[in-house]
């Protein structure tokens, strides 16, 4: 049997996925280590969500990242059949020349490399594991599959800033996120609303990281993120949009040095900033405190006004989708969104919204209103593979779970 393993890695956590090929693309396990450096865990289930692994390290066992994958190898060595064809990587910034996945090497790790500022969350710890793979088993396949590109066939005018064009030129521009989930999720609308997949489309991803994306005839039009992962809406712990103005003013006023200040929109501001209390907006909806209501007002307020922006990109609306953590697990957030959307036509069913069911306004709602569930990983694998069969990387041998 042969697999494609998935992988994304952050700060101080490695997510993987195992997916076996045979004929079509099926999901063997899910896991992820984390506290990578402090208090090492890995948790492992099934396709089924049977727990196959639950355990603690000690902190020594597993230093860094390197010795987190070289772990998690052994398991899926010891634990799963087959032979993997190729590892699919999860890369948060691809810039401007890459409308699609791309098959790694030094060359590509370089070009990778200048975004990095772009990206400070991400992108190292994005890139961390190619490198290590690169050096233990160098004629592993591996792809590149980046939350960019899927936003790169937009107008140009949607993508520059009003600065001074020789900066656009030097990558300075709109590229958006999270766009591996719109492509899923724009691919799965297809499937369960073909009526309205094909016009005009806002999707809400909303989650620790969170944006909304406009799509006509299934292609992303206009995204509420730019140049960083930082504008848009409010997240977990990013900032939003924010006047360039404020930026100044904590710059010259208070002071603050450029790594003071990417620290605090990056780590302590979003909902965490606003509410002093969680970054989590389970916790917020569970809090009493007057910093928790205003952050989840401002939150939903925030989405409001980016719907109607993303809207009038469109020229209309003809479907809303929630996906991601929040969108897909929170029905009392899907009605205080839903009710900031009623002027665009949009009239929800209370009962289908508490189910969770797939269409969730009314019948008579001018707006039909969607709960899709994202599936990144599975994008990723699907990429993986159309890359690797299409260059014949397939026919030249596999390798061990990695090593």
Not at 89 to 102: E, F, K, M
Not at 249 to 265: F, V
Not at 311 to 319: Q, R, T
Request: aromatic letters at 6%; one cysteine or more; glycine letters at 10%.
């Amino acid at each position: 049997m042969d697999t494609i393993l998935v992988v994304n890695a952050g700060s101080s956590s490695l997510k993987f996925e195992v997916f076996s090929v045979s004929g079509s693309l099926t999901r063997q396990v899910k896991g992820k280590m984390e506290g990578i450096g402090t208090a090492p865990h890995l948790s492992i289930r099934n396709a089924e969500g049977d727990a196959l692994a639950n355990e603690d390290y000690p902190r020594e066992d597993v230093p860094d990242l390197p010795a987190a994958m070289r772990l998690v190898g052994q398991w899926l060595r010891e634990r799963l059949e087959g032979r993997m064809i190729a590892v699919g990587h999860r890369v948060v910034h691809g810039g401007p020349n890459h409308a699609g996945p791309a098959k790694v090497d030094e060359s590509l790790l370089r070009e990778l490399e200048w975004y990095t500022p772009l990206a400070p969350l991400h992108q190292p710890n994005n890139l961390a594991p190619m490198r290590v793979l690169l050096e233990r088993q160098p004629d592993l396949a591996q792809v590149a599959c980046f939350d960019t590109a899927f936003h790169r066939g937009h107008d140009p005018v949607a993508d520059h800033y009003a600065i001074p064009t020789r900066y656009f030129e030097e990558g300075v521009r709109r590229y958006g996120f999270h766009g591996l989930s719109y492509e899923y999720v724009a691919g799965r609308l297809a499937e369960v609303a073909p009526d309205v997949a094909g016009g005009r489309v806002i999707v809400a991803h909303l989650g620790s990281g969170a944006s909304m994306c406009a799509l006509r005839e299934g292609r992303s039009v206009e995204s509420t993120l730019g140049f960083t992962a930082l504008d848009g809406l409010p997240m977990g712990t990013r900032c939003g949009q924010i006047d360039p103005g404020v930026l100044l003013y904590l710059l010259d006023q208070h002071g603050m040095s450029a790594r003071q200040l990417q620290d605090m929109l990056y780590k302590e501001s979003g909902l965490k900033g606003l509410s002093g209390i969680s970054n989590d907006v389970r916790d917020l909806l569970d809090s009493e405190e007057a910093g928790a209501a205003l952050a989840l007002d401002h939150f939903v307020h925030r989405i409001g006004l980016n719907a109607g922006a993303l809207a009038a990109a469109l020229s209309g609306l003809d479907a809303f989708v929630f996906t991601a953590g929040v969108g897909e697990n929170s029905s009392v957030m899907r009605e205080r969104i839903a009710r900031k959307l009623d002027w665009l036509g949009v009239s929800l069913d209370t009962e289908r919204n508490k189910a969770g069911e797939l269409l969730i306004s009314r019948d008579d709602s001018k707006v039909k209103v969607f709960v899709v569930p994202t599936d990144e990983e599975l994008m990723i694998a699907r990429h993986t593979l159309a890359l690797i069969t299409d260059d014949g990387t397939t026919s030249a041998g596999a390798h061990q779970l990695i090593g």
